[in-house]
Every structure is written in C-alpha cells, then in structure tokens.
C-alpha cells in the first residue's frame, strides 16, 4: 500500500505461484479526480469485457470486467465527504477561511502549481489571483479532461431522457434561442451560453433526439470548462460573441463552436467505443414512405459502457433492442393523419421489416468530443 498526497493506492497482489490467472486491481484516488481514465490506462480498454458504474451517495465506484476473468476497481472517495453539504459537488469548492488558490490547488490537485487553472476558470469572480473570498463558489477544471467530457455527455443525457418531452422537432425557449438554417438554433445576443443550456434540462423543452445530443454534448463541455469560461467561448451575458448553436443539424451549421469541438474516431466494433461517444442507429431508408415525418428515421445515443446505450426516446438500452425499438416503430400501421400526407406512399401501408433489415449502428458517423479543442476554449 502506497500513499500519494494522502491518497491511498493499492497495487495488484502479485501472481503467486500456483495461484489462478484472474487479476485485480484496486485504485482509491483523490476528489476530482476521474477513475473511468485510469483504469483505461492500467489495464487497457480491449482488456476489458464489459464496465459496471453505480454510485453510492458521495462515493462512486467504477468496476471493469476483464476478459480473463479478473476485475479492475476504482474507487473515487476523500476523507469527510459524508458531511458536505448537498450544495458541493465533484465540481465546486467553496472558500474556507485559511484558503488560496494555490492551498486549493494542493487540496483538490495534490500539486501547488496548478492554481492557474482554477484561477482561469473563474475570472468572473477573481480579479487578483492573490484575493479570493470566503463563501465563493469556485469551479474546479478537471484533470482528465476526456474522462470529464465522458462523463458529463452519460450525465446530460440522462437528464435529457428525464427532463425533457420527446418530440420529432426541435423547440428551444426563444428567450434565450433564435432559429437559423437546418432546423438548428443559434443564441441570442447578450445571452449567457451557460445560463441558456441549464434552461434547457429544467423542463417543458420538446426536442427530438439528435437535439437532445447536441444539448448533452453542450451540457458536457460546459460542466467540464465551468461556466465562466463557457460563456467566454460561447456567449456571455450583456456581450454579442455568441458562438453557440444548438439543434437537430449542428454539424452542418455554418456559425458556432460546438461543431468544431467534434472528433470522428471511426470505430469498428463495440469494444472501440468509449464510455461518452455520440452514436447514431439509423432506421431502414423506407421509413418515410410509410409513415412521413416520422421521428424514427434513426436514435441518436450517448454509449454507458457495457454494450448500453442512452438516447432520447429509448432511455437506455443494449444494441439490439434498440434497433427492435426502430423496426416496431416502422412495422406499425400507418396513421390516418399520414395516409393524408402527400409523401405517403400506399404501396408500403402493409409493408414490414424484420431486424434483420435494420441498418443499426453507423460506425462512420461515431462523434467524440475533442478533449484538446475543449482544454483550448
């Protein structure tokens, strides 16, 4: 057993002889910091069968399969955490008397130096990195910058699928939202991106799917920049530099950030996704003609882990059911209100796909957030 700033870190027992070939590894790190990263680093992402995530009030476990048989564990847990208040989270630190930035830096980092970072993320409260305020909140910029964008695109989801109505259009608030070109919407002048973004998961909003993706992606680089340097980048309230645009189309948008904070890893497989990574299942090209406008043309998730899948209108799922989900959808009997529609074609009203026939996952069209574009904002 080994400590490191106060943090315990336990190593695989070593092989005895004799001894069966299941490995186990146990990581107990420090607040702030992201386990999912860590243990794709110690025992590699192929290494690993299938991730299980729970969460236990303050502590949150990460457990990885591996293929041999073994398991990988990561433990996120500090000393004290039972008695915060509910108002802290893995995100914010509020000033204790005795506090500075670099104290802060050492508390939640382990390292001193590493104060400009906190210091950059909340310039709208610190004019002297010398001063700082007993009571401030203050945002606290992640170290694994790709494990905290993973994480807070699983989180923004899951509050999309719980918050919001499922509809096939978009319907962003036009207090904060003005529509532009491919059913996408950009933020208004003199509207705070982050205030605008946190709007959106607080109800009443409508928004299909591939909405819903590009809000959770937003909601991820937000909780993972903090908002002070969010609305920097995207659109500060009382200033005209909005780069923000949301909606069904955003990678075809000619304005806005977001677009260019995307990667395209082109994975072939399930075991090359990454907990975080945007994926689309399309349905069968045919479903327009008998049911036009439908929603279903397709799902757009956010991938769990563990072969499952979260997206807007099938909460969460394994591959296959969602891709029964698509052909139940097609496979229904035409409404009359589309039997009306002049793209209804009758020849299909009694048409039917097996799952077979579902084109399912697009592995070309796998979107992952840049994690060194998003550290640049």
Known sequence: MKRFFGREMMQPARKQPGSATRRRHISVVGRFEHPILKLQRDVGNRAVSRWVLSHEQRTSVRVAQLRNGGAAFALNRWPGSEAESEEESDNWYTVKPGDSLSLIAADVYGDLTKWPAIFDANRDLIENENRIEIGWRLFIPPIEVAASL???????????????????????????????GHENFRLKPRR?????????????????????LWVSLAYSVLNTVGPDRFDRAMGKAGETNQNLVLGKRVARAEEGLMKDLIDKPKPETVDDL?????????????????HPGSPWQGENTIYKGNGR???????????????????DEYNKPPTPEEKADPDYDWTYRWH????????????????????ESVELL
């Open 150 to 180: 993973a994480e807070q695109a699983m989180k923004g989801m899951d509050m999309a699928v719980k918050n919001l109505e499922f509809a096939g259009e978009c319907e962003l608030d036009p207090t904060d939202w003005e529509p532009i």
């Open 192 to 212: 705070s991106a982050s205030e605008a973004v946190n709007a959106i998961f607080s109800g009443g909003t409508a928004m299909d799917c591939a909405c819903a």
């Open 274 to 290: 990454l907990p975080g990574d945007a994926v689309y299942f399309k349905n069968t090209a045919d479903i327009h003609k008998k």
């Open 309 to 327: 899948f979260t997206g807007h209108g099938v909460d969460t799922q394994d591959a296959d059911t969602i891709v029964k989900i698509l052909a």
């Open 352 to 371: 039917r796909v097996d799952v077979s026939e579902i084109p399912g996952i697009q592995w070309n069209s796998v979107l992952r957030l840049h994690a």
